[in-house]
Nanobody, 118 residues
Framework: VQLVESGGGLVQPGGSLRLSCAAS????????MSWYRQAPGKERELVATTISVGGITHYADSVKGRFTISRDNAKNTVYLQMNSLRPEDTGEYFC????????????WGQGTQVNVSS
């Protein structure tokens, strides 16, 4: 099982980044996919989720209207489009998969760093 994030970097406030997470080794289309982030000295928090069934998405209040999560089941990839970035969006961004059905196994990626600074 592999989850490989990419697309992080340094961006100015108000800018945009698109994160990608390429998955392999498990049933991607049957897994709910999420992005989490962790700022220095803070707990890891859920940013966005896309549910495998029904195309439902959920967002943290802090990113609603600015971030968009999407998935391409043909490419086994989940994306996070981040617009209007703020300094408080800085952190390590992690991809997480959780099988929608039993046995609900979950996997983490290694993370990609996002820095929002002028």
């Amino acid at each position: 099982v592999q989850l490989v994030e990419s697309g992080g970097g340094l961006v100015q406030p108000g800018g945009s980044l698109r994160l990608s997470c390429a998955a392999s080794g498990f049933a991607f289309s049957m897994s709910d996919m999420s992005w989490y982030r962790q700022a220095p000295g803070k707990e890891r928090e859920l940013v966005a989720t896309t549910i495998s069934v029904g195309g439902i998405t959920h967002y943290a209040d802090s990113v609603k209207g600015r971030f968009t999560i999407s998935r391409d089941n043909a490419k086994n990839t989940v994306y996070l489009q981040m617009n209007s970035l703020r300094p408080e969006d800085t952190g390590e961004y992690f991809c997480y998969s959780r099988r929608h059905y039993y046995p609900y196994d979950g996997y983490w990626g290694q993370g990609t760093q996002v820095n929002v600074s002028s």
